[in-house]
Every structure is written in C-alpha cells, then in structure tokens.
C-alpha cells in the first residue's frame, strides 16, 4: 500500500507543477489519479491477512503484489492533457489571423502603416497568450481569452499618408484655380481650359496616391501631382 501511496503522492506533485493545467484540470486529474490508488489498495485489503495454509498465503501475496503492481502503473499512467488554455490560445491567434488578413486587405493603408498595425496586433495577441498562460483557473482563463480577442480585434489602424497626400493635391488644385481665377489675361474659355487640366491633372495624382503602396511611393505621387 506504500508503494502506491508514495506513487500517488509522486503525481499529485507532478500534476501540480503543470503551468499548462488549469486549477480544474489539476484537480480531475488527481481524483483520477486517486480513484486509481484506491482501487489498488482495496483489492490489497481484499486479500486475506491470515491463511490457512501455506498455499493459501502464497496465491494471497501474489494477488497482493499484482494489485500493487498494477496501481502503481495505473497512478504512474495519469496523464492529463491541457484542453482550456490550448483552445484559448488558439482562440487569439485565430483572432490574430483574421485581424492580419483584414489590415493587408486595406488599400487604403500604405505597406509601412499594414506592418505597424500587424506588430501592435501581434504585441496585444502575445500578452494575452502570456496572461493565459498565467491564469489558474478556467474562469480567468475565459477572461483572458475575452480581454485577448477583443484587443485584437479592436485594433482599426487609421489611414494617414494617403489621405494627407491627397488632400496636398486638393490644396494645390484650389491654389491653382483661385490662381486662374485671379488672371486677367485670360478669357473665360482660357480659364476653364486650364481649371480643367489642373483638375486632371489632381485627378491622376490621386489615383497614383491610391495606387502606392509604400509611404515613400506615396510622397512620390504627392510631389509629383
């Protein structure tokens, strides 16, 4: 009965020291484990302390060791797998993933302002996957999880190289007919002439802005338009 006893002591040891357990699985895993030890230590007891005959006591000790035999490796085979911390990091990164596809799907974000956004959303999903991994309980594990997939999901990286941009060529544009406007050289249909390749011209500045991927490809079209 010792021997499964300090077996038994051994897992509860073991299965505490687990970090990827959270305090319920803990404690399933070791009733299992205690479930297993006394059924071993009842079919010990069950065997006879006194035999009649010599034989007797003989087939008694070997129903004995077998039974302590067979509740050591049944309390040594509890092995309990982690389910609620895995699914809740998994939960985060699915969240990570859909978060990363939405940003590279934006166009109106420049490759410079994706990566930024995609690194803050990596930073909030890996300190939630940290604070999973620190909550002992399932409960704080759920919030965790919650708190964790909701920060990366909140993250809406704001457009701003490509609207600034475009809004220089609009400046420009307005400058440049308030200009046209003010000539008194021109006749009407001069001006209107004009105003209309400037306006052209804005146009496709803007749609070269929107084209741009990079920041500096974007100062490009805006310098250029």
């Known amino acids: 009965k010792k021997a499964v006893a300090d077996e038994l002591a051994e897992k509860e040891k073991a299965i505490d020291a687990r970090t990827d357990l959270t305090d319920e699985e803990k404690a399933a895993a070791k009733e299992d484990a205690k479930a297993k030890a006394k059924e071993a230590t009842d079919a010990i007891d069950a065997q006879p302390s006194n035999a009649a005959t010599p034989e007797e006591a003989e087939k008694a000790q070997t129903a004995v060791n077998g039974a302590k035999d067979k509740g050591v490796a049944d309390v040594k085979a ?23 596809d939405a940003i590279d799907a934006r166009t109106d974000l420049t490759d410079d302002e994706k990566k930024a956004a995609k690194e803050a959303a990596k930073e909030v999903a890996d ?6 991994d620190a909550a002992p309980s399932n409960a704080e594990v759920d919030k965790a999880k919650e708190a964790g997939t909701g920060a990366v999901e909140a993250i809406n990286p704001e457009a701003k190289a490509k609207p600034e941009a475009k809004k220089a060529v609009e400046d420009a544009l307005k400058a440049k007919v308030d200009a046209i406007d003010a000539r008194e050289d021109l006749t009407p249909a001069e001006k209107q002439a004009a105003k209309d390749k400037a306006a052209e011209a804005a146009k496709k500045a803007k749609e070269a802005i929107d084209a741009a991927t990079t920041d500096a490809a974007v100062d490009t079209a805006k310098t250029a338009g």
Not at 127 to 132: M, N, Q, S, V
């Open 78 to 100: 509890v092995d309990p797998a982690a389910a609620k911390k895995p699914a809740a990091k998994k939960a985060v990164e699915d969240a990570l993933k859909a978060k990363v």
């Open 127 to 132: 300190k939630a996957k940290e604070a999973i």
